[in-house]
């Protein structure tokens, strides 16, 4: 089991960027696959970005390709979310999220038991 912590939410005008942070807790992060998802207000939880335990395989939401960038450091113990042309739909409390299983289905939230508490981002337009 991991804990994971998020970081580098913030306000950010429409276009701007913000780079969030997940630390994991586990000296077995490198077992984790990883990946981020948000939840804006009155709307379900939605997959934003996935990376594999040694991020050989990284997949996007349509929504965030091309704009956002997932990226992991195992040696760290963290992984990141680069998030470049933020557009005012972009606002939501963004979550970080593992599992130690492997195989498809990453983009459902139902497959990863481990969580962390979720940080704000707000994009003004």
């Known amino acids: 089991q991991v804990l994971l912590l998020e970081s580098g939410g913030g306000l950010v005008q429409a276009g701007g960027s913000l780079r969030l942070s997940c630390t994991s807790s586990?000296?077995?992060?490198?077992?984790?696959?990883m990946a981020w998802f948000r939840q804006a207000p009155g709307k379900e939880r939605e997959f934003v970005a996935f990376i594999s335990p040694r991020g050989g395989t990284t997949d996007y939401a349509d929504s965030v390709k091309g704009r956002f960038t997932i990226s992991r450091d195992n040696a760290k113990n963290t992984g990141s979310l680069q998030m470049n042309s933020l557009k005012s739909e972009d606002t939501a409390v963004y979550y970080c999220a593992a599992r130690l299983i492997s195989g498809t289905a990453w983009r459902r939230k139902e497959n990863y038991d481990q969580w962390g508490q979720g940080t704000q981002v707000t994009v003004s337009s």
């Open positions: 586990g000296r077995t992060w490198s077992s984790y696959s």
